[in-house]
């Protein structure tokens, strides 16, 4: 029997719905972890992993939360049957709460068994969003740059990794990617990042979600 979520109104669903078509245009066949627990949800996309043990990029998840009823679960399931369920949800929305019948969950996606810190975290100095809209943006138009039509999958994520595994000028534990996510999924806006780090972890958090990183090689410690 498939998970129910329950969200409490339809700007909520709308929420959920934005999200995921925003992380459905960077990848359309990826997954979306929900971890629903105490009426919270905990919506996970990667925008950045790697593949395989000799990648050494980071992997660079995006994380909105939000009010919901149902579970307790932790799944894992294509976004593209998830954000299909969530526009007939939102389409079919009067008052009161919304609720979406989870797809198949699926198993074999590596960068969801990597879980981020729930506590721990300690702030570092806020950074400005003007300097994230740049990166992001520069680093667009370079991978649109030096990536052709029909160039292989591994070539492309070579060339990815290249530019989001850079370091962003003057913040040199920050990885472009990062950049690039909150760009991306719609975080960026005109209060300053947040930044906290926690152990092999950093986050960086708008009112809009939270970006969470994991450079490999780099911890607080250092």
Sequence with gaps: MSSILTLPDAPAAHDLQVLLGRA???DENAAVRLILDGGVLAVYVSVLHPRGLLDRGPTVLGLRTLAAEGGPFDEVVP???????TDAAVAAATDGPV???LPTPVATVVW???SPPRGGWQAMQPLDPAVFDAAARAGIDEVATAVPDGLGSDLVHRVRTEVWGRP????DHVP???????LSLGF????AIAQFASGSWLRFSTQRGHVLVKQAGWSLGR
């Design 112 to 114: 969801a068994a990597i």
């Design 176 to 182: 472009a990617g990062a950049a690039f996510a909150a």
């Design 188 to 191: 960026l806006g005109d209060d």
């Design 79 to 85: 976004i593209r049957s998830l954000l299909a369920r």
């Design 168 to 171: 962003l000028d003057g913040l």
């Design 24 to 26: 459905a245009r960077l």
């Design 99 to 101: 609720a979406i019948a």
